[in-house]
């Protein structure tokens, strides 16, 4: 992305992005139905930010994790799956006082009428981040910084923290940021529109879906979406089954369609859609194929029941990505497509 800094020698080590939230242990249904019908639940974890970080490792990447767990088993587990992904953990800190959130989720779609989800983060070990706790020199340097609007939503404090982050100031990463508009996280949820709008004004790449901005701004379609922010370097605009448009450059505008997909389950597609095309920024690939990467990285979890899985190795995506327009349009992918002994169906 515009304002990356370039590779060097001393930076082919160095991590390439930090990932900066709240993660939680995720229990998923082991049947559709309401919460109360459920019988039994799966234990996972769950997280905007982590999420990003434990797919770019996957992927091949240098990436960490920063974030507050509490002193418990629930932390524990967290920081031990998202190390055993390949992400950096070094920068996480235990609270003995608070506790590691958790939540329940029921088998469909958030966007569902009946899709129901409940919380257990309030007073977490992770909403006690703040510029106090997370003092902006220790985070680990990086190429890219990525944080949500998930975090400014836990507290003030977490809030206070991701306005010292953007802030501009020499030496700050450049900040990817997707704006994951939460209305039910909120306290004060009629101050959430404006919060996002400032903070995603602040960042340098911005990943926002259609519907949250009609919903949190009132703005409808892309090009309106990107008058109300001009600011960005990359505006990314996720567009459900229409695909994703991208802005960038001066004036340069991109739209690729979305894939063909056999959706197991739908949570934790926006998180790895980010990562794929963070990945593909980090690359220096063209503008259409860090969508095309985007999309695979999302098909790849919309293909299993949980929020993580393994992405399709590198050579398998890029070949995929490098398809022509007729070709990546004949895709179809389902269960088990990101396998190397796999072959991906068109239509």
């Known amino acids: 992305m515009p304002g ?7 930076a082919a080590t160095a991590t390439e992005v930090v990932c900066l939230g709240e993660s939680m242990v995720t229990f998923l249904p082991s049947q559709p139905g309401r919460l109360a019908d459920v019988p039994s639940f799966g234990r996972g974890i ?3 930010e982590s999420n990003v970080a434990c797919a770019l490792a996957a992927a091949g990447h240098r990436a960490a994790w920063v974030s507050r767990v509490g002193a418990d088993g629930f932390g524990d587990h967290l ?3 998202i190390t055993g992904y390949g ?4 920068g996480v800190r235990r609270d003995p006082s608070r506790p590691t959130g958790i939540y329940f989720r029921t088998a469909t779609d958030r966007a569902a009428d009946v899709y129901e989800v409940a919380y257990y983060r309030a007073g977490s070990a992770a909403s006690a981040m703040s510029p106090r706790t997370i003092p902006y020199e220790t ?3 990086a190429r890219v910084l990525h944080l949500s609007g998930i975090t400014a939503a836990l507290s003030a404090d977490c809030l206070a923290l991701l306005h010292d982050l953007t802030a501009p100031r020499p030496g700050r990463p450049p900040i990817s940021f997707d704006v994951n508009h939460r209305p039910g996280l909120w306290r004060d949820a009629d101050a959430s529109p404006e919060v996002l709008l400032d903070l995603a004004r602040r960042s340098d790449l911005v990943f926002v879906g259609e519907d949250e901005a ?7 379609g892309a090009e309106a979406i990107r008058a109300a922010l001009p600011e960005p370097s990359v505006l990314v605009v996720k567009r459900g089954p229409d695909g994703a448009t991208v802005f960038s450059g001066a004036g340069d505008v991109t739209t690729v369609p979305a894939l063909r997909v056999d959706v197991v389950a739908p949570v934790g597609a926006g998180d790895a859609f980010a990562a794929g095309f963070l990945s593909a920024t980090l690359r220096d690939l063209p503008v259409r194929d860090r969508v095309r990467h985007g ?3 999302a098909a790849a979890v919309l293909t299993v029941p949980g929020d993580l899985t393994a992405p399709p190795a590198r050579a398998h995506a890029d070949a995929l990505a490098a398809l022509d327009d007729e070709a990546w349009g004949r895709l179809r992918l389902g269960p088990g497509w990101t396998g190397d002994d796999q072959e991906v169906r068109t239509t």
């Open 214 to 220: 009609e919903e949190a701004w009132g703005v409808t």
């Open 79 to 81: 920081v031990e799956a």
């Open 87 to 90: 992400v950096d953990t070094s």
């Open 295 to 297: 999309h695979l990285m």
């Open 4 to 10: 990356t800094p370039a590779r060097t020698a001393e």
């Open 46 to 48: 769950g997280g905007a």
């Open 139 to 141: 985070l680990p340097a």
